[in-house]
């Protein structure tokens, strides 16, 4: 499911501002709101996540709902010629709800299962390392694919685009169906007790409660939103600032394929004495921060080759810093279940999984919000709006100075996680 974790985040924003013509203060609420229902419905999903699993002896059920994921995904990027401004961000706005919820149905008992699995600290973190290397391998060849197949920026394009990508989504659901199950029948399944799943509210009060699943995704909260706000504003860097939208793909590339090799390096690395997942996590949310500055004056005080060699580095850097950051707080979040000794492993993942969703939003509206104060021009497909020189400092600052600040205060939460420490 790579592709609805990366596409919507890569280029629903520019898409509604640079191809729909929507403006930039519209376009934000348009991504923003559909975010609300996830907030609510997640929750709600893992205590019922948790009652199939106590009646069926599986989570299953509930995660076919994934197999329909590419057929939103297509209509989200085919809004009707005849629809623009307020109504083409209607339509987008309301398959991207479409879309969440069946990604939430997949979601939420797909990350509980390393939860209900017989197995230790350590085989959790494998278990996750083996599922973001599939997951950034996907991120990667949607995060590549999408910008090419969407290099002509017309509406047809993306509308091919999503269609092709969609027989890609559908088969990774089949197959990741398939995985659970084989996984479950392999290392036991641990049933919920009847404890689980009657209130969601009650679900709501024990995960909100705990301690140390608190900071840990208070924490991922802002790791999410800042990679999000990264990913929507690539786009915009490439097109307005280096002026060749092909470095899109380009740069996404650099950005996944360090990521989807170093997950084995960091997996290896926490396992040594002294080191474990928290170190790991602050490690990867130190190094990303750091990154988000470095592009600052890499891309404002070079130019030419000099300043895409530098841009490209830094994003290397920060892609292998993006696979700790899932990586760990994905193992972690199984511990902070296990840690509690509770039955509502379903609750936990439906509060994660929530705060996972408004991440995904409110990195592309801050950084709408960044260029509606910016000033920035909206445009159609075939269209070019000149940028003023406060929306180009805008889209700069979005894209460097913000991120940095948002995973400062990630890092901040994180270090508040005792986890590793009560092991």
Known sequence: MGVW????????????????????????????????????????????SDRQARRDGHRRRMMRGGLLLGAAMTAMFSVPSALGGAGAALWVGGWFTVGNLLFAAFQVPYLTTPSDLRVGYHERTRVFMYRMALLTLGLLAAGVAAPALTSGGTRADYTRMALLLAVAMAASAAVALRGVRRLTDECGFETPDGRAGHSTRADLRTALRDRNFRPLVLSYLFTGTTTHLFLAALPYVTEHVFHRSALTALFMGLFLAPAALSGPAWSAWSRRPGNGKQRGLLLSQGVFATGSLLLLPAAALLDGGARTAATAAVVMAMGTAFAGLQLFAFAMLPDAVAAADTAEAGAYTGVWTATEATGTAVGPYLYSAVLALGGFASSTAGEHAVQSDGARTALLAGFTLLPAALMALALALQRRCALDAAR
Do not use: E, I, M, Q
């Open 5 to 48: 974790v990366t596409v919507p985040g890569l280029l629903l924003l520019y898409y509604l501002t640079d191809v729909l013509g929507v403006s930039a203060a519209l376009a934000g609420p348009a991504l923003l709101l559909p975010k609300a229902v996830d907030v609510v419905v997640h929750p709600l999903l893992g205590s019922r």
